[in-house]
Nanobody
Framework: QVQLVESGGGLTQTGGSLRLSCVAS????????LGWIRQAPGKEREFVAA????????YFADSVKGRFTISRDNAKNTVYLQMNSLKPEDTAVYYC???????????????WGQGTQVTVSS
């Protein structure tokens, strides 16, 4: 059981940057991979990025590769998504997600946050 709370969304311009944060809380000793999924209006959910529990492995969608970075601070139970060189097509609700592995998150994450809106204007 994981509870996820995102923050850091907002409005920026093309080429701007935002950093999303997600605080994960659990009542067990389980270790989870963490990641980000986004959904734009009228579009299907899209995997963005994920990081394993130790922070030693990451995976990015091709659409954000080279622009976004993901990191985590396990002491704070927090995962971050640094988004640089933002484009209007990055506009979406971004959801923090947790599951056992990066592969699980890419497929179907078991746990989701409430989402935070990211809007990139042209």
């Amino acid at each position: 059981q994981v509870q996820l709370v995102e923050s850091g969304g907002g409005l920026t311009q093309t080429g701007g940057s935002l950093r999303l944060s997600c605080v994960a809380s659990t009542r067990t000793f389980s270790n989870f991979a963490l990641g980000w999924i986004r959904q734009a209006p009228g579009k299907e959910r899209e995997f963005v990025a994920a990081i394993n529990w130790s922070g030693t492995s990451t995976y990015f969608a091709d659409s954000v590769k080279g622009r976004f970075t993901i990191s985590r601070d396990n002491a704070k139970n927090t995962v971050y998504l640094q988004m640089n060189s933002l484009k209007p097509e990055d506009t979406a609700v971004y959801y923090c997600a947790a599951d056992a592995t990066i592969a699980h998150i890419r497929g179907h994450a078991d746990y989701w946050g409430q989402g935070t809106q990211v809007t990139v204007s042209s």
